[in-house]
T-cell receptor, first 115, second 116 residues
């Protein structure tokens, strides 16, 4: 069974500082990995995804993530945080289409941005 | 592109009534749609997978007779919460996967259901 762990429930960061959100996964094969962001009362917006190839993935809003197979990790980073980045971030591991395409989400990390 | 809408965005109903939530893919066709439930300050839990033209597949512990799912077209899936009770109050989010090529789910904005 697939599972995702986001060790940090909350992270507070100053505006302009760098941000790194941790994600560890468990999956029996090569995983499909995703990061989504959710603003309060809103749905989820896809930030980036990894299926294969280059292990450093660029996403929207200046985010990037690095897939490290040896560490079963897919950490999200942003060099300089903006106040609008305050939100809940979810890492997810997915099965490919042939296996039902189901997503399993981590518990989420809430990011607070200090002025 | 890849926009998914939900209607209504919020609904308040009395206990015992039924509520229908619509999920539409606006600019793509979606063979498969997914329904999730999210409790406050928690992650998303998959309720069911909805395939166009066939019966939905429910996750373990989800009552299929209580949460009726219909996926009548490639752009519309509906979730009906039947005989709603206060414990059904939650944030319901749908997602859709494109028909061709993609293994990415695109999410709707969610529907807040409050059962009095």
């Amino acid at each position: 069974a697939q599972s995702v762990t986001q060790p940090d429930i909350h992270i507070t960061v100053s505006e302009g500082a760098s941000l790194e959100l941790r994600c560890n996964y468990s999956y029996g094969a090569t995983p499909y990995l995703f990061w989504y962001v959710q603003s309060p009362g809103q749905g989820l917006q896809l930030l980036l995804k990894y299926f294969s190839g280059d292990t450093l993935v660029q996403g929207i809003k200046g985010f990037e993530a690095e897939f490290k197979r040896s560490q079963s990790s897919f950490n999200l980073r942003k060099p300089s945080v903006h106040w609008s980045d305050a939100a809940e971030y979810f890492c997810a591991v997915g099965a490919p289409q042939a296996a039902g395409n189901k997503l399993t989400f981590g518990g989420g990390t809430r990011v607070l941005v200090k002025p | 592109g890849a926009v998914v809408s939900q209607h209504p965005s919020w609904v308040i109903c009395k206990s015992g009534t039924s509520v229908k939530i619509e999920c539409r893919s606006l600019d793509f066709q979606a063979t498969t749609m997914f329904w999730y439930r999210q409790f406050p300050k928690q992650s998303l839990m998959l309720m069911a997978t909805s395939n166009e033209g066939s019966k939905a597949t429910y996750e373990q512990g989800v009552e299929k007779d209580k949460f009726l799912i219909n996926h009548a077209s490639l752009t519309l899936s509906t979730l009906t919460v039947t005989s709603a009770h206060p414990e059904d109050s939650s944030f319901y989010i749908c997602s859709a996967r494109m028909t061709t090529g993609a293994d990415t789910q695109y999410f709707g904005p969610g529907t807040r259901l409050t059962v009095l």
